[in-house]
């Protein structure tokens, strides 16, 4: 057993000196391969990096499922102290519910009604498919994330990605069990959008931080803009529903409109993908022109 052991060791010692001198160099050469590919058949390296995410998304998954049990440990244990404070709260606000329940019903149903005597044909179908972060934004220059959802769930390229009740972003590989989302904080994401006060409309452009600027807005229309105005999808195109929350108005210097999300994206666990069906979409030639 000793001398196989000693064995093993003189053949694999040369191996991995010569794998320590040469590391950089196929890294290199590597990344310059992908690069010569990816200029050669841009196709090619999105199919590369979809099988790669689906190869090592179960992996991510594993590795993430303990921190996430440890982090909601120490977040069940730190609010614990206050536990009773929350239930007088959300007590007070069921009954604050239950009043307006009453309202939404009596809307709703002449909503229903005032649709039916216009004879208005609904045409917007959407269902969700719910999915956990796994992999965080990863750098500066790249807001995306990874999802443990994919073309086996019926998720699709382009879909609409919501967290928080907020639009975080869009589909933008699909794999087998697992897909990456394009953030709304990406300088490559184009929203089209509209102020909801006023009814402006605008395109909403990522900042590669934390936030999102607005974009074709007129000197007047800027001047309109008030502090906390909220600025939901348009819905124009038929890329994403209206009426998705992208964030609020949080300052406006010159012609700079930075609106602000409510989603902590230090924190994004969980994420809730929209099947959204519009019959006047052509669903790979659209999502293709916001890339």
Same mark, same amino acid.
């Given at each position: 057993?000793? @001398?196989?052991?000693?064995?093993?060791?003189?053949? $694999?010692?040369?191996?991995?000196?010569?794998?320590?001198?040469?590391?950089?160099?196929?890294?290199?050469?590597?990344?310059?391969?992908?690069?010569?590919?990816?200029?050669?058949?841009?196709?090619?390296?999105?199919?590369?990096?979809?099988?790669?995410?689906?190869?090592?998304?179960?992996?991510?998954?594993?590795? $993430?499922?303990?921190?996430?049990?440890? @982090?909601?440990?120490?977040?069940?244990?730190?609010?614990?102290? /206050?536990?009773?404070?929350?239930?007088?709260?959300?007590?007070?606000?069921?009954?604050?519910?239950? @009043?307006?329940?009453?309202?939404?019903?009596?809307?709703?149903?002449?909503? @229903?009604?005032?649709? =039916?005597?216009?004879?208005?044909?609904?045409?917007? +179908?959407?269902?969700?498919? =719910?999915?956990?972060? %796994?992999?965080?934004?990863?750098?500066?220059? *790249?807001? =995306?994330?990874?999802? &443990?959802?994919?073309?086996?769930?019926?998720?699709?390229?382009?879909?609409?990605?919501?967290? /928080?009740?907020?639009?975080?972003?869009?589909?933008?590989? *699909?794999?087998?069990?697992?897909?990456?989302?394009?953030?709304?904080?990406?300088?490559? /994401?184009?929203?089209?959008?509209?102020?909801?006060? $006023?009814?402006?409309?605008?395109?909403?452009?990522?900042?590669?931080? &934390?936030?999102?600027?607005?974009?074709?807005?007129?000197?007047?229309?800027?001047?309109?803009? =008030?502090?906390?105005?909220?600025?939901?999808?348009?819905?124009?195109?038929?890329?994403?529903?209206?009426?998705?929350?992208?964030?609020?108005?949080?300052?406006?210097?010159?012609?700079?409109? %930075?609106?602000?999300? &409510?989603?902590?994206?230090? +924190?994004?666990?969980?994420?809730?993908?929209?099947?959204?069906?519009?019959?006047?979409?052509?669903?790979?030639?659209?999502?293709?022109?916001?890339?």
């Amino acid at each position: 057993m000793r @001398r196989r052991s000693g064995t093993f060791a003189r053949v $694999t010692t040369p191996l991995k000196s010569w794998f320590q001198r040469f590391a950089l160099t196929l890294m290199i050469l590597t990344a310059g391969g992908l690069l010569i590919i990816e200029r050669i058949n841009p196709n090619a390296t999105q199919i590369i990096r979809v099988v790669v995410v689906d190869t090592f998304s179960p992996v991510l998954t594993a590795m $993430t499922t303990p921190v996430a049990a440890g @982090r909601e440990l120490y977040n069940n244990v730190r609010s614990y102290g /206050s536990l009773r404070a929350e239930v007088l709260e959300l007590r007070d606000k069921l009954r604050f519910t239950e @009043r307006w329940e009453q309202v939404a019903r009596r809307l709703e149903a002449e909503n @229903r009604r005032l649709w =039916s005597q216009l004879h208005v044909t609904q045409d917007l +179908r959407t269902d969700f498919v =719910s999915a956990r972060v %796994i992999r965080d934004r990863g750098s500066s220059y *790249v807001q =995306s994330v990874l999802i &443990n959802a994919g073309r086996a769930d019926g998720v699709r390229k382009g879909q609409a990605v919501l967290s /928080s009740y907020s639009l975080a972003g869009r589909i933008l590989d *699909v794999g087998q069990g697992s897909s990456r989302v394009l953030l709304v904080t990406d300088i490559n /994401s184009r929203i089209p959008c509209i102020l909801e006060r $006023t009814g402006v409309p605008a395109i909403a452009v990522g900042d590669n931080q &934390n936030g999102v600027r607005l974009i074709r807005l007129t000197p007047d229309e800027i001047r309109d803009i =008030s502090l906390g105005d909220r600025v939901v999808t348009s819905g124009a195109g038929g890329v994403f529903p209206a009426g998705f929350e992208i964030g609020i108005v949080q300052e406006t210097v010159g012609d700079q409109v %930075i609106v602000v999300s &409510n989603i902590n994206w230090d +924190r994004l666990e969980f994420a809730t993908v929209v099947n959204y069906e519009h019959p006047d979409l052509l669903p790979d030639s659209a999502f293709e022109t916001l890339q």
